[in-house]
Every structure is written in C-alpha cells, then in structure tokens.
C-alpha cells in the first residue's frame, strides 16, 4: 500500500483535495462560521491550486473543486434559512387590525 503523500499528491489529488475543501466548506462557510475550519480551507485550496496547476487538466479539476466549495456552502446554508423562513411565518399570518391583508412582519 502505497503511503499517504502518495496517495494525496501523486495518485488521486483530484479526487482527495476536493473531497477535503467540500467538508471543510460545509463547516467553514456555515452560518455561524469558525475561524479555523476557514483557516484550513483556504491552506487546502491554496495547495490544491499551486499543485494542480501544472497538471493537463488543471482548469477542469480547479472548477470541480469551486463547485463542491459552493455546493457545500449552499448546504450549509439551507436549514437555518428554511427554519428562519418557518419561525417567521408561523407566527401571525394576518394581522389584527385588518384581517383582510396580511400583516407585515418586522
């Protein structure tokens, strides 16, 4: 078995760094982010990018991983919307005064 520098640098770098930087995204770019998840990200993509750079397929692999960055961020993102969007509409639907209109909610 081969060891782990090569594994990560030589045998599947495309599939490795992208997998890492997407879990780090997930926890890095969440709403109520950490510093150092968002200190590893940024370390992981800035070696990821010196590294690929050189390789045949450098544009393909670099846009691969931006995307699992902005899918993951979109995740991350989507529960504490929904429960938001939820929390404020469950409330009051209309308002007192005029039952007829919905009541605006502040």
């Known amino acids: 078995m081969a060891d782990l520098r090569q594994l990560v640098f030589m045998d599947r770098p495309n599939v490795?760094?992208?997998?890492?930087?997407?879990?780090?995204?997930?926890?890095?770019?969440?709403?109520?982010?950490?510093?150092?998840?968002?200190?590893?990200?940024?370390a992981t993509l800035l070696v990821y990018t010196r590294f690929s750079i050189r390789r045949p397929h450098a544009p393909r692999a670099i846009l691969g991983t931006l995307l699992g960055v902005s899918?993951?961020?979109?995740?991350?993102?989507?529960?504490?919307?929904i429960h938001a969007l939820i929390a404020e509409t469950s409330g009051k639907m209309f308002d007192k005064g005029n039952p007829g209109h919905f009541g605006i909610i502040i």
């Not at 899918?71 to 919307?81: D, K, N, Q, Y």
Request: hydrophobic residues 55%; glycine residues 0%; aromatic residues 10%.
């Open 71 to 81: 899918i993951a961020s979109t995740f991350s993102h989507i529960l504490p919307s």
């Open 16 to 42: 490795i760094f992208p997998a890492i930087s997407s879990t780090l995204a997930l926890i890095a770019l969440s709403p109520t982010p950490s510093f150092t998840p968002l200190i590893f990200l940024v």
